[in-house]
């Protein structure tokens, strides 16, 4: 049998090593774009904040048992009736790699904002490991003073961190009410206070329209009469699928244009899957697909993939949306839906917000710890939760609390129930997870829910 | 309705409490022997560090809305018949309190164990607020230069943690093959090199048989030559369950003599309640009771059985057995089955170790996460986990996850599917739950076992 993937990431890689692990006698071949198998794309920001001084350590692994690599290998397009992909290597000859069975693992690349000036010199999306080499080689060259940093996701966040731990005065532009729109506004704002602590400035509601080059730096305007100068600008407002080669051969495409795919990581096509980026992440609280490219879930879809095409029925498990970043001291995770999300889909939402003590406040070093939890009135089942806090109140890890607790369906009352650890410096003898849980439930009047 | 609760510790301040949200026209009325409502026994430690100054703040609370409280009131007899308790105040005076509904919370107290000198001055158990006052003006008047602490559970090597802060040689006496018997002996070996590396002196396999007073201090013999004088001596080998109240008014008793109740936390009594560190209590995955004293469980004990006081039905869900205690840097905690205790209940366990990095590698800070986890080869259910690793390496929210599984009795292989927070400064993106749970798979063989 012979695997083809396609995309040497998170995906492709673990698809890889997972149809290894299960047949050994499987023929594995992995046809990569780039020379870097399997880098870490998120650790980018902590090798441009020095950080990460050798981008070498970014490398998920260097070995990869039983998956012959072709690095600097494009795919350029598929026939899935012959059952081959066309590449083409770095020296321009095209070759042809039959295959049983396929998986399209192709990534995200950033959407090319409609910035006038975008191309201009000092001016970078950042994703790719090639990205960051630019990035890098700008910094250490030009030693820029200043920098706008256009979006506020995690990477142009990421970014201003890392840009300001250089010594770089950072501005933000952010398109929406507050930056990190992945949480609720309100917890934006507290994030924004922790990014102006640190000296970085931030401007909401900003839709950047054009960089020019002057004698003083490039200077980029927008609206909200925002207008910066600047030695470097970063772009960084979002990833879209690269979903071309797979819907050329006849894949469906799905919301925001990526591939569509079942539960078994199967596109429409016979024998051909796809995983990662590049395709719709079925979401397990709204029951539906949805385009929520996640490192996380790359990793699960691609071994899903892999275990399918073995012929190990398996289907994935479905994404929460669990994520998690770290700006500064301060942590912001989230899980489930919130309010509004929840709203659209057709629960009847409640959200309360607390902030109890991450540890028992005799014991030095409590710090707050801010909880949004959303549940759902009628059934009395948690939704959703959003967490803030310093980086040492295992913020990240009380999120998978409740991303796990979702992933079973529970109500609210039943957190309660939980066998949480305890010990005065790490928590209180109700965790902060259940603390919020019964915040939750007075506030929702709904304390008989489940009983 | 007259809802009378003995014991003004966790279970009986939660149940309280409960009682009142749920039901605020009942009347709430409290006995406790001493003064202390609520107070956090398991912050005794902290205040003797020095780390907690002033032990007011370890009051768990100092409100107790609806709850009339009787301090320095005793419980001496139970009439389950004409259903009224007899009482002594302070001053010697008895008076008789008639309830509708009892609660039992009388907690437990410091196994005295069988040591000639066990009373001698500067010999001292540490379970009560008076325990630890008398200790405290002990540390302050005659600031020992050394001390010896007999048991090497958690209060022990708390303690030990405690007394090095404030510049007292310690030297731990352990009955066990290592210390901290809660975990296994590999892991106990561990926490020792962190103590050693503190300069606590540590002893296993001995028996304290006696203590004499010397010119010199504390003469400290046992088992093993173990010889040691010391200027004060902690004995902290275990609690037993204050069971006599409940016994002699007729309530049956179980292992180690504590009442037993059924999940509604009812007593053999009618109308009689008992919950927290005096009862049995239910394991979730044995499937029957044991004497597990821990306040999580008390509180929640304490929740149910008001509860069902009220009239509301509601089953205490049952412990895990999680835990998880400080010493100096380390984190151990541990939920769930060990291999023996799996064995012994009929469950056919399999024990994997591996060691793992906290978070991605190349982000500085990374450090050691061990796991051993516990899983039946037959079924490929997670049975139980154990962990260490650093202060900062979420261990504990860690094992919460592990706990949170086994509450929904998840096979190992299903904790891949968990959604769980991944940013590379805390974590991967297989979270080392999830690396632990893959190794236990390959370990044991049994990676087809959900597939």
Known sequence: MHFLIIGGSDAGIAAGLRAHELDPSCE??????????????????????????????????????????????????????????????????????RYDKLLIAT???????????????GVFPLHTMEDSFAVHRFLEERQP????????????????????????????????????????????KR?????????????NQVQASSIRATRD???????????????????AVGVRPNSELGAA?????????ALCVNR??????????????CVETWHRLLNRNTYMPLGTTAHKQGRTAAENAIGVHREFAGSLGTQVVKLFDLIAARTGLREQEAASAGFCPFTAETTVWDHKAYY????????????????????????????????????DIFATALFHGMKMEELNDLDLSYTPPLSSPWDPVQMGAQFWTKAAGNRSSRL
């Open 28 to 97: 594995i071949t992995l046809v990569l774009s780039d020379e870097y198998p399997n880098y870490s794309i998120c650790g980018l920001p902590f090798f441009l904040s020095g950080e990460t001084p050798d981008w070498h350590s970014l490398a998920h692994r260097t070995e990869f048992p039983g998956i012959q690599l072709m690095p600097n290998h494009t795919a350029e397009s598929i026939d899935p009736i012959g059952k081959f992909v066309a590449v083409r290597n770095g020296n321009g000859a095209q070759l042809e790699l």
């Open 264 to 277: 078994k990581m199967e596109t429409t096509l016979p024998d051909v899957y796809a995983a990662g980026d």
């Open 107 to 121: 990534g995200a690349r950033p959407v090319q904002p409609n910035i006038e000036g975008f191309h201009l010199p």
């Open 249 to 257: 051969a006849g894949v469906t495409q799905g919301a925001k244009g």
């Open 364 to 399: 030095p070093g409590a710090r707050e710890l801010h909880l949004r939890i959303t549940g759902d009135r009628h059934t009395g089942k948690l939704l959703g939760a959003q967490l803030l806090g310093h980086r040492n109140s295992e913020v990240s890890k009380r999120v």
């Open 145 to 188: 003073k200043s920098a706008v940093i256009v979006g506020a996701g995690y990477i142009g966040l990421e970014m201003a961190d890392a840009l300001t731990r250089r010594g770089v005065h950072v501005t933000v532009a952010s398109r929406t009410e507050a930056v990190l729109a992945t949480v609720d506004p309100g917890y934006g």
């Open 217 to 235: 730096g490039l200077a980029v305007s927008g609206t909200k009469e925002f207008s910066r100068t600047a030695d470097l600008v970063l772009v």
């Open 191 to 203: 994030v924004e206070v922790e990014l102006e602590k640190h000296g970085v400035e931030v401007w």
